[in-house]
């Protein structure tokens, strides 16, 4: 057990959120609070491991900080960008690297790569993002929330765009944290059916709610948080010129925040694009904490890596 005890995660792999049970996502981001008002105590936690970082898609927050994570806790990281599976089954690749490193993180076009990988490796597996889901930055953001609000019960976040990873796993996570969640988007671009149903059956259990709607000044009532992301996502560069066009009257600019409550937060996963979905007026406001989301990615995954790999 490593200094400070870290919590368990029964399933052994992040996946997907669905990975963490409610007490275990709760335990994981007070130890990811902890990690970061002590991190000295964690220097050794993962002496004589390496991890394996997986990207088929582009990154500078995820890789990087993984990669910092990895050294300050005494570990060491390599990398692999491009495409997992071409050479070889995905089968192959997880048994391979499961003989020479401790733990793989991948971020994927397809979910199923990621599931492949953690079925394969006998390894602890983190998704660093896929088609549905992006759970290590719904973490960094439900800490960012609860830095800023002080707690989750109570709380309203409005996800204003496309329903992609970026709000299915904040779906789920504000389900089981007890926010309230609207997600906004354009017609034909809410979230997927069967992961809205299951964030429902968390949030029931929780006592608070999930709208998903098509209109703004509905949806964004009463939140004290707004969050977008880009349009068109990482694969869908040829959608972007139609995607432009719908998401248009989705911008969030400082008009649509007088929809909101006074003084909410902005929150975006970035990287942004300023002057589509957000404008720069609203990204440089005295309430957006995209910083803070941004530096949470490392303490959430180190306290990730070091629950993932206690003895
Ligand atoms: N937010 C996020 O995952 O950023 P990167 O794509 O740069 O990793
Ligand atoms: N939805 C975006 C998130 C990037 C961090 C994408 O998948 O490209």
């Given at each position: ?6 919590p ?5 792999s ?10 275990e996502?709760?335990?994981?981001l ?45 570990g ?8 997992i ?22 971020r ?12 394969w ?23 960012t ?23 299915h796993?904040?779906m ?12 906004i ?9 069967g ?10 259990r ?19 948080a ?7 996502s990482?694969?869908?560069?040829h ?9 248009a ?18 929150l ?29 990615r ?11 790999l206690?003895?």
């Amino acid at each position: 057990m490593p200094p400070g005890g870290a919590p368990c995660i029964a399933a052994g792999s992040f996946s997907s959120d669905f990975d963490l049970t409610q007490p275990e996502l709760l335990d994981l981001l007070a130890f990811a609070a902890e990690v970061k008002r002590r991190p000295a105590l964690y220097r050794s936690a993962l002496k004589n491991r390496i991890l394996s970082l997986l990207f088929e898609k582009p990154s500078l927050r995820t890789r990087i900080t993984f990669e910092v994570a990895a050294k300050q806790l005494g570990g060491d990281s390599i990398q692999s960008i491009g495409p997992i599976g071409g050479r070889e089954p995905v089968k192959d690749v997880a048994r391979n690297l499961s003989r020479w490193t401790d733990l793989i993180v991948a971020r994927t076009f397809k979910q199923k790569t990621v599931d492949d990988l953690a079925r394969w490796s006998g390894r602890p597996v983190i998704n660093a993002l896929s088609d549905l889901y992006h759970p290590c930055q719904a973490l960094a953001d439900m800490l960012t929330l609860k830095e800023h609000w002080g707690g989750w019960h109570g709380h309203k976040l409005a996800f204003v765009g496309d329903g992609n990873n970026v709000a299915h796993s904040l779906m789920l996570d504000c389900a089981r944290l007890g926010a309230d969640i609207a997600v906004i988007t354009p017609p034909k671009y809410e979230p997927n059916e069967g992961i809205l149903g299951q964030a429902r059956g968390f949030a029931q259990r929780n006592g608070c709610t999930i709208q998903v709607t098509n209109d703004l000044a509905e949806g964004l009532s009463n939140a004290d948080a707004v969050y977008t992301d880009v349009w068109a996502s990482m694969g869908q560069e040829h959608e972007a010129f139609d995607r432009a066009r719908l998401f248009a009257p989705y911008q969030v600019n400082i008009e649509l925040m007088k929809l909101a409550a006074p003084g909410a937060l902005f929150l975006h996963c970035l990287p942004a694009h300023r002057e589509e979905e957000v404008t720069d007026a609203v990204i440089e406001s005295k309430t957006s904490v995209v910083f803070d989301q941004a530096e949470n990615r490392l303490h959430v995954q180190k306290a990730l890596l070091v629950t993932l790999l206690a003895e």
